[in-house]
Each structure stands twice: as structure tokens, then as C-alpha cells.
């Protein structure tokens, strides 16, 4: 299943700051790699502007510097460009990507989610149930869409 994070939107840092301060972003994808060591997956992070260190990413984790576009538009554009959209989950807390992201056919969760996602069940066998949720259309389905609002 391939993941597509918005990496500066997860580490919460403006591209200024997040090149200044690389151990964030270092913390981040190297808990990426653990992710993908003990789940698999195929794990693309999409950072803001571009990276001249250019260091290697850690195993099971690729990353792609969006610069001269956004990270936001890079990661719609590649949406729009795939075969299957639909087996693509983009991971954001930007509640405005992650409406877009549907808009060009793939799926979207937040962090929170991943994590859920990514825990086993109690039981042991994969995904705890609450990672079906989807909270947004509960939230049309009881009209308290921000649209309607």
C-alpha cells in the first residue's frame, strides 16, 4: 500500500525552519523506516522546497523535495498523474490537502489515523477497528460539515 506523507505539514515546520533544524526531519523519517520495518508499505515523504545535503533517506522510506511547486501541489500532481489514485493514501493534517487529495481519487488520513493504522488489534491480527473510521464523512452524515456550516 503506498503512503504519501506531506512531510513539513507532519513535522510541523515551515521549509526555512525545517532546513535549519534537519534532526526533526531526521527523528521523523527515521520513525518512518521503523513503521515500514515492522508494517511494509511503500513510504514516499514529500518535503517543501529542495535539499542541498541530499543525504540518503533510511531504509523503506523515500523522500521527494518538491521545490520549485509546494509539497501540497507536488503530491497533487503525482495524484493526478498515477494509474491507480485510488490505492494511494496521503498522510497530512492539512485539512484542505486532504480534501483535494479526494478530489483527484486517492484516499487521505491524518496522522493520528496512520497511527492507529499501523498499531495492531488487541487480538493481534493487524489494524485496531477504529482505523476504518472515517471521520469526515461521519461527520456529513450527521451535517456537521464545515460546508454546511
Not at 515546520?13 to 511503500?42: P, V
Not at 495524484?79 to 483535494?100: E, K, Q, Y
Amino acid at each position: 500500500m503506498p503512503y504519501w506523507f506531506d512531510g513539513n505539514n507532519l513535522i510541523g515546520q515551515s521549509t526555512a525552519r525545517a532546513s535549519a533544524d534537519r534532526e526533526t526531519r531526521r527523528q521523523f523519517l527515521s520513525h518512518l523506516s521503523t513503521r515500514f520495518r515492522s508494517k511494509g508499505g511503500r513510504f514516499l515523504v514529500y518535503f517543501d522546497g529542495d535539499d542541498p545535503d541530499r543525504s540518503m533517506p533510511p531504509p523503506g522510506v523515500k523522500i521527494r523535495f518538491s521545490a520549485p511547486l509546494s509539497s501540497d501541489d507536488a503530491i497533487l500532481r503525482d495524484i493526478a498523474a498515477a494509474r491507480n489514485p485510488a490505492d494511494i493514501i496521503v498522510v497530512t493534517n492539512d485539512r484542505g490537502l486532504a480534501s483535494r487529495t479526494k478530489d483527484f481519487g486517492a484516499k487521505s488520513v491524518t496522522w493520528a489515523e496512520f497511527d492507529v493504522r499501523q498499531k495492531p488489534a488487541p487480538d493481534g491480527r493487524g489494524a485496531s477497528p477504529e482505523a476504518a473510521v472515517d471521520v469526515d464523512e461521519w461527520m456529513r452524515y450527521f451535517g456537521m460539515d464545515d460546508e454546511k456550516n
